[in-house]
């Protein structure tokens, strides 16, 4: 080989070096974005306190953040989102029943946000007066729960205890003349002061700077149906990334998170 055909095929040897380590760069900086829909406490603050590990792994974690309970499911059911994570199945259950193309599949329980009723004028039930003003969510699935609650203290009795999807119809008494106001869920925080006794969905809550535990005049116990799910579609739900994050929302570091930062007013659920 001649000197001149030397230096040609040196260049092109180390051109096509460069090329391969640039090429290797780019892949080991290469990452699969999920974008996920999150309510901003305590959803929002688990994926954030995750959102690390799961970039040493290849998963560039987006969080969209929004303060109601209809836009995360109705995004990702228009593919505009690859998932959510702020519902429980009764929930799910009751957005599917009016959305027919729903593409939304639970892939893993989180914890418990334990349901409580709250009062800025009453220390104790018993002092709830007659007529009482009671403000409840709005939603199918959370004014069935809140109805159970309030089932459960005696407040009210319903034709089955244990249906979740129970409504004001199913009311067979109301020794307190119970009034009620069905409001959003979000807004219920706001109107704490108007009325005598809200039930309040908890992360509302601890966005009001209510504790759960030390603030409600009662509270459900762990033993729940309402385990906030993250949500997949239908189409994803089997991707590395999805799986890459399961794994890490059920970690015993998310686990001693949710314990450690919300002292009971959120729980584990697995």
Avoid at 74 to 81: I, M
């Amino acid at each position: 080989m001649s000197s001149i055909s030397k230096r040609k095929f040196s260049l092109l040897l180390a051109s096509s070096l460069a090329s391969v380590a640039l090429f290797g760069a780019a892949s080991a900086h290469a990452a699969e974005t999920l974008t996920i829909a999150a309510s901003p406490v305590p959803h929002a603050e688990i994926l954030e306190f995750i959102k690390p590990q799961l970039a040493k792994q290849g998963v560039d974690l987006k969080i969209k953040v929004f303060t109601d309970y209809i836009q995360p499911a109705v995004q990702v059911n228009e593919k505009h989102l690859d998932g959510n994570f702020f519902l429980h199945q009764p929930y799910l259950d009751e957005f599917k029943k009016s959305h027919k193309n729903d593409l939304e599949v639970p892939i893993a329980k989180v914890h418990v946000e334990p349901f409580a009723a709250y009062s800025r004028k009453y220390k104790k039930v018993a002092d709830l007066p007659n007529g009482a003003t009671v403000a409840i969510p709005n939603d199918p699935s959370n004014s069935g729960r809140a109805l159970l609650l309030l089932a459960k203290q005696g407040l009210l009795k319903l034709k089955d205890p244990t249906n979740i999807s129970a409504t004001k119809k199913d009311i067979i008494d109301n020794p307190k003349n119970l009034k009620f106001r069905e409001l959003e869920a979000a807004t219920l925080p706001r109107v704490l002061d108007q009325v005598d006794l809200a039930l309040i969905n908890t992360n509302y809550a601890i966005e009001a700077k209510l504790n759960p535990v030390k603030d409600s005049l009662f509270i459900e116990d762990a033993n729940s149906p309402y385990a906030n799910l993250l949500v997949a579609r239908e189409d994803n739900k089997n991707s590395d990334a999805f799986k890459k994050l399961v794994v890490a929302l059920n970690s015993p570091e998310v686990k001693k998170f949710i314990e450690d930062k919300y002292k009971g007013a959120v729980v584990p659920a697995f």
